[in-house]
């Protein structure tokens, strides 16, 4: 008997799919088809597959060709199936001719042409992509439009900037189509807005674009203070509009992990949550009253680290800020925050260096995140005994926004209000933190 074995998403199964099924299968006598998992398709930056594990694999059931269906959950995965399964031949179709000659070492390699004309790429499209305009022509906006690139079905057509010479300098240097200085000529060509200007004009940006139902990914800290933010939130919930706060690391495999490792109970009770972000800058707005300082800059990801490991149910608030001028704004700060039943510190720098570390530590263990941990890679969950470790490793790719443009577009396809990735009361929770943080520092310096 020659046994045969693909590997596929499978998303929104088609007629090319079918196609290569029929052929895979008349290559032998028993065909296994092997569906991806979302973590495998993440991790190989396949990022907005339209249907679950589930749905995909019934797909394939429902084809009627596959004798056996296993499911691809790890890079490498397949020498082991081929020795496991007794495989005679590998199939896949002309898009990776080459790509799989090492199997060749275990059963011959078979490619078959691909179907033309059609994809599941194409499919998820069908609806048209989303036509993304970017306001803002920092660093930020730029490494966003590099990012969207890895998306699909999304598109940047333009960039709005104060400065039509900047927002022009921009278009060209990143080939959009438009670059406009009037925000509202921006919203009547796009379908969401990603805004990167500068903090305090965040609001008044996401409230003119949820007005006219453009959705919003907003650059953190969203606004300043928790009632902008709330009121933002009522307002697109009201006119049924995504808005979202681009805090990239809550969307990213490594960090959702390490949140639901430290939830799940091995390291006991959470009771403290350590956190520091610092990134020295030496000019620029980062430096100027009233918006700028590290807190407003950065502090957002500590937070981000606490809400998620503690909650948003914080008691009090106490901040520590170094001013080394008066009227300048604070260069270092630490920001204590009381919970009923526990206690997390958020540390944020633009004129100290620190490690950036985080450590969550429990009744039983704590969960150690090297630095950059908002770029979660790699954990480890430590013990009294130092047998029980236990480390975890995942991919962050890129600069890691493109995770945060795959689930803002996932929402707006999908009529996604919120995200269990961040929720809107996590969102307003940091904002709430960030704003007292910011109202009633203890100076030192
Ligand atoms: N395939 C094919 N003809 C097509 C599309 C896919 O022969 N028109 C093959 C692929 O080469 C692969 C298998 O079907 O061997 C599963 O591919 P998958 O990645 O699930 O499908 P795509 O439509 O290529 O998906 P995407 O657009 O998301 O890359």
Request: glycine residues 8%.
């Amino acid at each position: 008997m020659t046994r045969v074995i693909t590997y596929g998403t499978f998303d929104l199964f088609h007629e090319g799919h079918r196609r290569l099924l029929e052929r895979a299968k008349a290559l032998g006598d028993y065909l296994i088809v092997a569906v991806t998992t979302e973590n495998f398709d993440d991790a190989r930056g396949k990022l907005n597959v339209a249907q679950s594990l589930m749905e995909r694999i019934q797909n394939v059931r429902d084809s009627g060709l596959a004798d056996e269906i296993i499911v691809e959950e790890y890079e490498g995965q397949k020498v082991n199936d081929i020795q496991r399964h007794r495989v005679d031949i590998f199939a896949i179709g002309s898009d990776w001719v080459g790509k799989f000659d090492y199997l060749n070492d275990y059963c011959k390699v078979v490619y078959l042409e691909r179907t033309k004309g059609v994809s599941s790429t194409e499919l998820r499209n069908a609806g048209g992509v989303l036509k993304v305009g970017v306001v803002g022509s920092g660093r930020i906006a730029a490494r966003f439009v590099a990012e969207a690139r890895f998306v699909s079905g999304v598109s940047i057509e333009a960039v709005c900037s104060r400065s039509l010479e900047s927002a022009q300098r921009f278009a060209a240097k990143l080939e959009l189509e438009t670059a406009v200085a009037d925000f509202d000529e921006l919203l009547q060509s796009v379908q969401a807005i990603y805004i990167a200007s500068p903090h305090g004009t965040h609001y008044d940006y996401a409230k003119r674009a949820i007005k006219v139902g453009v959705h919003v990914l907003c650059e953190k800290p969203m606004t300043l203070t928790k009632a902008q933010t709330v009121e933002l939130f009522e307002l697109a919930r009201e006119r049924k509009v995504v808005l979202l706060e681009a805090v990239k690391t809550a969307f990213s495999p490594g960090f959702q992990r390490m949140v639901a490792v430290a939830r799940m109970g091995f390291i006991g009770r959470i009771r403290s949550v350590d956190a520091t972000f610092t990134k020295l800058v030496d000019s620029g707005r980062e430096l100027q009253a009233p918006d700028g300082g590290s807190i407003s800059e950065l502090a957002t990801y500590p937070l981000l680290a606490a809400v998620k490991l503690i909650g948003t149910d914080f008691t009090d608030v106490h901040t520590l800020s170094l001013r080394p001028s008066a009227g300048g704004v604070e260069l270092f700060s630490r920001i204590d925050i009381k919970y009923p039943h526990a206690i997390a510190s958020a540390r944020s720098g633009i004129g100290v260096k620190a490690e950036g570390d985080l450590v969550v530590a429990g009744e039983h263990g704590y969960i150690y995140v090297p630095a950059p941990w908002w770029k979660t890679e790699y954990f480890e969950m430590r013990f009294e005994d130092s047998q029980d470790n236990k480390r975890y490793y995942y991919k962050f790719d890129g600069d890691g926004l493109r995770y945060e443009l795959a689930e803002f577009a996932y929402m707006i396809r999908n009529g996604v209000l919120e995200s269990f990735k961040l929720r809107q009361e996590e969102s307003i929770a940091m904002a709430d933190i960030l704003e007292r943080a910011r109202a009633n520092p203890e100076y030192f310096g």
